[in-house]
Structure formats: structure tokens, C-alpha cells
């Protein structure tokens, strides 16, 4: 059986095709809001503030940084994590995004004079003058944006955390039961009373019942 693609993947339009984009921009329903980013590890803080801007127009308009000018912005080596193709397929899923696209240069400053949107929006840790085409977006009559985070979420910092448990979990694979706080006991005089001794996590020893180690925390029956 063939399945069709989702439909959301219609809202990925490329920007080398001007024409047909700002056609599509156009046909939107306005006011149409303009937003950029990168988008990379979606995450609460994200939809929430698409949502949001969302909710200042009738129709969306989200531009992502390429893969190229996603490096330039120096947020590590390793960014994005998700290339640009992933990052606008999740973009365009969202309920609240009408038309996802993408630059290449520094700035969206060319999409924004292309598609000319009604209201333009950036996060909160933007000034309104600040933004990249508030301007432009002034000068033909629209308004300019800058929405509070109700969640201070970060995709660096959630990476961060991420890499932190990766190599936590890394040590604890390479360490001995002494390191994680369980002791041996000393070798007995003999078989009998070695098989008679249990761990404790302070390190000491006491004879047990055949056939059971124990130790603070658990009892296993060996028979």
C-alpha cells in the first residue's frame, strides 16, 4: 500500500524559488507574522513562543537559519544537531506555523522585504529596534514584536545537560563495585567461611544463612 507524504511538507517552501514564495506568502491570510530562528532541538520554550506569535496574526511565517549560517552564529562545533531539512519538517508540523522557508546569509533581512509581513516577532531577549528589519517592517505600516519567554528553555543548555549525563553514565560503566560504594570482604581461612560473609556499604562483613548475600539495599536468594 503507498501512503501519501504528510501534508505538512507542503509548508516547506524553497527560497530560491522567489516568486512562487512570495506568491504563496501573499495568498496567506493576514495579518501575516514573520518570525526567524534556528529552531534546532525543539523544545517547550519553542512552541510556546510560536504559538504566541502565532496567535498576533492570522498565518505564520517561520525562516530557519541554513545549516552554513546556523555555524556562523558560533554555538558550537556541533551545531545544528539537526540538519535543516529535519529542523523544517518538525517547524512545519506545528499547528500554529503556515509556511516554513530559509536564508542563508546572516540575517533574514532579504526575506523580510521580499514577503513583507505584517507584524514581525523575536524572542524576548531582543530589543523591538534590535531586530533584524524592524524598519522596513515599520515603514510600510506594521508593528514590530518582541515576546517575553514564559519558559527559559535553551537547546544549548539542554544539550549541555545531555553531554553531562553521557559522560556520567560513561564513569559509572567503568567503575569498580568498590567504587560505587559496595566493599569486599576479606578472604576467609577457608571455602566455607568466604561463602559465609555478605557486603555491607561501609565495607564490613557478618556471616549469613547458606545460599543468600545480602546488603543494605537487596537480598538475593542464590538457590
Not at 518570525?35 to 511565517?61: I, K, M, P, W
Not at 510600510?140 to 553521557?166: C, D, M, Q, Y
Request: proline fraction near 6%; include cysteine.
Amino acid at each position: 500500500m503507498n501512503y501519501p507524504p504528510p501534508a505538512f511538507e507542503h509548508k516547506i517552501l524553497d527560497p530560491s524559488l522567489r516568486a512562487n514564495l512570495a506568491a504563496r506568502v501573499q495568498a496567506l491570510p493576514r495579518p501575516r507574522v514573520f518570525t526567524n530562528g534556528v529552531f534546532d532541538v525543539l523544545h517547550r520554550g519553542h512552541v510556546t513562543y510560536l504559538a504566541q506569535a502565532r496567535a498576533l496574526g492570522a498565518s505564520l511565517v517561520v525562516a530557519l537559519n541554513s545549516d552554513a549560517s546556523t555555524r556562523r552564529l558560533g554555538k558550537g562545533d556541533d551545531r545544528p544537531v539537526n540538519r535543516l531539512e529535519d529542523r523544517a519538517a518538525v517547524i512545519a508540523a506545528l499547528e500554529s506555523v503556515s509556511v516554513v522557508t530559509w536564508f542563508e546569509e546572516d540575517t533574514p533581512l532579504t526575506l523580510i522585504r521580499l514577503l513583507q509581513p505584517d507584524v514581525l516577532i523575536k524572542g524576548g531577549d531582543w530589543k523591538p529596534q534590535a531586530i533584524v528589519g524592524a524598519d522596513e517592517v515599520s515603514r510600510w505600516g506594521g508593528s514590530v514584536h518582541s515576546i517575553p519567554f514564559l519558559h527559559h528553555k535553551s537547546t544549548t543548555a539542554l544539550l549541555e545537560a545531555i553531554r553531562k549525563n553521557i559522560n556520567k553514565n560513561k564513569v559509572i560503566s567503568h567503575m569498580s563495585p568498590v567504587s560505587h560504594g559496595i566493599a569486599k570482604c576479606t578472604a576467609s581461612s577457608s571455602a566455607t567461611d568466604a561463602t559465609n560473609q555478605r557486603f555491607n556499604l561501609r565495607g564490613s562483613c557478618a556471616p549469613i544463612t547458606a545460599g543468600t548475600i545480602s546488603t543494605n539495599d537487596a537480598s538475593i536468594t542464590g538457590r
